[in-house]
């Protein structure tokens, strides 16, 4: 096979590989991240019982994010949740939480 022809079967078989991969993903970003937060938050941001996180933009709830991640400001459950995700997850975690209605 030459270059080109190898070039060309990676080309054909690429999309097929990666397609279904990127779609998952692109489905419901953050989710995965977002259900270490089900159990007080709930699995849409109301509930049960502890602070609402709906009708919140994504920039209320990462700023409130990175405020608990401080340390500045919490009772000490928040604190630790924060501090265990980068910036990048507590956008994506942010932005799961301000899409749900
Ligand atoms: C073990 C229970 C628990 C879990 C799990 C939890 N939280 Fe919280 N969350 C709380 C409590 C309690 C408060 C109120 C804390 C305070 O005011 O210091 C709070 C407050 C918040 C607030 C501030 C809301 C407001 O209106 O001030 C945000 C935002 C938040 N949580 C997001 C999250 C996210 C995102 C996750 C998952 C990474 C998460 N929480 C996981 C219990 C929890």
Redo the contacts with the bound molecule.
Sequence with gaps: MGKRTAAMAILAVLPLATVPVAQAQVAQPGRL??S??F???GTNGKGPG????AG?STDE?YK??KQ?QSGK???G??AR??MA?TDEQLRL??AW?AAQK
């Design positions: 991240l977002a270490n937060c159990q007080c938050h502890f602070d609402s996180l919140k709830i409130d994010l608990f400001e919490s009772n459950i928040m949740h924060a995700y975690i942010s939480f």
